[in-house]
């Protein structure tokens, strides 16, 4: 596991990798590679289809045949960047667990050059990047659901706890100090979120419909 | 208190308000209303210094030289947004309070036409809205402090709960939710992201420093 392929965000892993399958899916990594290279140099403003096609060593009618804009690139991007074996950690404690999966995190929205950051800048601009992250985040959390059943089976969780909002909760605050409020890398902030949401499940928060207001 | 006005979310105030001032404030006033028009109706992209100028009836060259860019346009935009005299829920309860202003942000990232998204989306394209952006929601949260203020003086938090971490796990997950993983609006998500903060604030989970990890 590397931080940089892990956890609910999208980091697709950088430098070299199997290239499985023949000079189609070859051409197609050297030209994801070099998508990402591009995005990670200078942005999505600065994503051009000619600037990866000359830095796949592609040429650029295949890059615009196949994936036709920046936004179709980016896609395919985050769609490649789902189909690798990521699992959560398996440390034997909940707050582990999540504080192993927030730092995946924060070392992806953290790093230099900011690949993950402007993968998600980029969702707010091209509608297909939007579906294809959404699309990876959907599966990184299905993927991470094992660590809130571990925790169950253990006894460690009421019954009844729901593992989708205890993962968002878990990791929303790494993504909104980092991403939106745009604080400085924070060493206390993985496990923080991870053991205020440990607590919180612990004590119930996550059983499924809430209580009416009691006030 | 208004769902448009309030929360660490950036939303300024649709509709009429006070125009102090004179013939300036008047100005800037109609000015700041027609570029958040603008950007409701055709987003960042769709946003241009002409078309706000008109919608406000104001000479284009007065907006140019006042605001120079889209970007000082939409940063003092929020920079209007924040000499409100907007503060958070008081209902003697901390869960309670978090609920109140968490639906305020519900209501705000959710809202047709979409404002705030369109203006937290802007603050990836320009440097200046996303400085004016931060210095918006580090406003905002330092008003909310006083919500953690009242709960540890009512001796409802154990001592040493720390404001902003707790503000942070408790607003969050409304922002990655809607914001980041686009998800539809949720009526228990308000209330379940304060109760959890609450309940994971009233175990020590926000106490200064955290412990080592102790696996």
């Not at 999505?44 to 650029?60: F, I, N, P, Q, S």
């Amino acid at each position: 596991m590397t931080s940089e392929t892990a956890g609910p965000q999208p980091a697709p892993p950088p430098g070299p990798r199997p290239r499985p399958g023949g000079r189609t899916a070859r051409t197609r990594r050297q030209v994801l590679d070099a998508a990402l290279a591009e995005l990670g140099a200078h942005g999505y403003d600065g994503l051009t289809m000619e600037a990866v096609a000359a830095r796949a060593g592609v040429h650029r009618t295949t890059v615009y045949r196949r994936w036709r804009d920046v936004g179709g690139l980016l896609a395919d991007v985050l769609d490649a960047a789902g189909t690798d074996d990521w699992g959560p950690p398996d440390t034997g404690s909940l707050e582990d667990d999540l504080t192993g999966l927030n730092e995946e995190i924060h070392d992806a929205l953290t790093a230099r050059p900011p690949v993950v950051p402007a993968l998600i800048a980029a969702s707010f601009r091209s509608p297909q990047a939007a579906e294809a992250q959404r699309r990876l985040w959907d599966d990184r959390y299905a993927r991470c659901e094992v660590v809130v059943e571990r925790a169950l089976a253990r006894g460690d969780l009421p019954a009844g706890t729901e593992a989708r909002p205890l993962l968002v909760a878990a990791t929303a605050p790494l993504y909104h100090q980092l991403l939106l409020l745009g604080t400085a890398p924070d060493p206390q902030l993985a496990r923080r979120a991870a053991r205020a949401t440990a607590l919180a499940a612990a004590a119930g928060a996550f059983t499924g419909r809430q209580p009416a207001a009691d006030t």
